[in-house]
């Protein structure tokens, strides 16, 4: 009898487990509950813990994939996401890849992509906060904006939030109040440079709290109060103008306008486009002149007079902005390319040492996540006798998600043991810049001449696969390609993976060796997908 309701106890167990992996929640467009007629969307767990599939009600295709910590089934927006998540539109097409750590915090670079498959917004996390308050935006036809949006959550970009006899600041309510005690007036500011001459401006202000005379707006372009550019707002005037070695050059000085709000927020943009500086009050023009050129990198709030105002928003949006990821390409004085493995977030890259020797200029260019991506680089360490370098990417604010892979804690491997590669063959004379791949085996425990720092293996290899990374069958990081043998059949050489650790420990900083096992039971065509984000196509010049 005892059996039978242990029995009895399982299968009931296992008929629950069964229905809570298939019971479906609907929600509607908001991610909120709705009834299976009114539902937009339906959520249901697989086999997997903890991982969940979302499905259009309409046609039945793919919504939602990924791991969620906490499914809330009150409101999505509730949910507790982990790794990597992916949203789809209705044809199929990638709506938003997002990353999140194990606390559920958006950290790495999230992906958010137009219905045609283009990317739309590139924004970096780190524990749930955009890096440097700064993401990227993309139009259809490729052109780049990059966006830094101040919310006023909190001080991350250093405001003065001090308090004097003469004048406080504060965050309260997602709003910057600034108050002035005296006829003096004040002024907050914090440093966004802009890099494009092509920009927008924009900030919401609430002058609730402003006497019937008041002037308050944006001051940006600030160097010192010797130098800088203003856009105020009285009750119902404008006063727009520079101030250039402590010179004044007023273009408009209390000018009518009957578009503030009084008791409400209100809009105020700067727009520059094209030479010309436009000023925008509520949506509505107010002035338009030539385009003047930065003091300098300081922008912020300033008010007249005894006063408290409430800066709701601050927005900069840079158009058409060029860095080095975003230059388009000029391959005419390329003299050699070869290949490259990132091997550390902050743009450490390794590869052969003849793939950059005597090089002039070293530039990068890979695809992450269907976006293409150029940098500069420069060598930082070399071992010559074993043909290894590593270089790295020059931009300061350059990260990459975390490294998908792993190097392999034993660098021995077996006559007949199973590599590959990912690289760049002939990636300008023919075979193209998309990443190619190839396999074979292991032939023999040392190289050309019987040299030890060496395996042979059977991978065909053409010129530009030099320096490209050599992973086990596993997806774990075993060696460097090196050279291949004139006139032998699919025979090639590469460096032994203990070479490649050495190379590393001599940096002049520390950097984890890769220890991600997360694509070691994953099908081959998957390891080759993640860890293609990761070869770079290295052009000397």
């Known amino acids: 009898m005892k059996y039978t309701y242990l029995f009895f106890c399982f299968l009931w167990a296992f008929s629950s487990n069964s229905l809570a992996q298939s019971e479906k929640i609907y929600f509607d467009k908001s991610g909120k509950p709705a009834s299976q007629a009114d539902a937009y969307y339906y959520r249901t767990i697989t086999d997997k813990p903890g991982f ?4 259009y009600i309409s046609d039945n295709s793919l919504y939602f994939e990924g791991q969620i910590e906490i ?38 670079t999230s992906y958010y992509y137009f219905e045609s498959g283009r990317i739309e917004k590139e924004i970096e996390f780190k524990n749930g906060k955009i890096v440097n308050n700064r993401y990227k935006e993309y139009s259809e036809n490729g052109q780049v904006s990059r966006i830094f949006e101040e919310k006023f959550q909190e001080n ?64 940006w372009g600030f160097k010192d109060w010797q130098n800088y550019h203003y856009f105020l707002i009285g009750k119902s005037e404008l006063y727009i103008g520079t101030i250039y070695e402590g010179i004044k050059a ?22 520059s486009n094209d030479g010309k500086l436009i000023f925008s009050l509520n949506g509505l023009v107010q002035y338009k002149m030539d385009y003047s050129t930065f003091f300098g990198n300081k922008m912020g709030f300033a008010l007249s007079g005894k006063s408290t105002i409430k800066a709701e928003k601050l927005m900069v949006k840079e158009i058409s902005f060029k860095n080095s990821a975003s230059t388009p390409n000029n391959d005419m004085d390329v003299k050699s390319t070869g290949s490259g493995l990132i091997v550390s977030q902050n743009g450490y890259i390794l590869t052969n040492y003849h793939v950059v020797e005597g090089s002039g200029k070293i530039l990068i260019e890979f695809s992450f996540n269907g976006q293409e991506k150029q940098y500069t680089a420069k060598l930082i360490q070399k071992d010559i006798d074993n043909d290894l370098a590593l270089i790295k990417i020059v931009e300061e604010d350059f990260s990459i998600d975390p490294l998908p892979y792993a190097i392999r804690e034993s660098g021995n491997l077996d006559v007949g043991a199973s590599v590959f590669t990912v690289g760049f063959p002939y990636a300008l004379k023919g075979m193209g810049k998309e990443v190619k791949f190839s396999d074979g085996k292991i032939s023999s425990k040392t190289g050309y001449n019987n040299a030890v720092n060496m ?25 460097v390609i ?51 984000n990761y070869v770079v196509l290295i052009k000397i010049k």
């Open 250 to 271: 007023s273009k408009v000085d209390g000018m009518f306008t009957g578009d503030v709000k009084e008791k409400a927020s209100n809009n105020i943009k700067i727009l």
């Open 455 to 479: 395996y042979q293996t059977s991978i065909p290899v053409q010129p530009g696969n030099s320096g490209g990374p050599v992973f086990s069958d596993k997806g774990q990081l075993v060696g």
């Open 71 to 108: 499914a809330d089934a009150k409101n999505e927006a509730d949910n507790k996401y982990k790794e990597t998540c992916t949203w789809y539109y209705k044809n199929g097409q990638k709506k938003a890849i997002r990353s999140f750590n194990n606390e559920g915090l958006e950290h790495g």
């Open 482 to 532: 090196n050279a291949k043998l004139r006139g032998g059949d699919n025979v090639s050489y590469i460096i032994k993976l203990n070479y490649v650790k050495n190379l590393i420990e001599l940096l002049p900083e520390t950097i984890p060796m890769p220890n991600n096992q997360a694509i070691l039971n994953m099908p081959l065509e998957e390891k080759i997908k993640v860890i293609s």
């Open 52 to 55: 969940y599939k979302s499905f």
């Open 156 to 219: 991350s970009n250093e405001w003065d939030l001090y308090v004097s006899d003469k004048s406080s600041a504060k965050f309260t309510g997602d709003a910057l109040e600034i108050n002035s005690a005296t006829d003096e007036g004040t002024a907050r500011f914090i440093s966004i440079p802009i890099e494009s001459n092509d920009f927008v401006i924009e900030a919401i202000m609430n002058f609730d709290k402003c006497p019937d005379n008041f002037r308050s707006g944006i001051i």
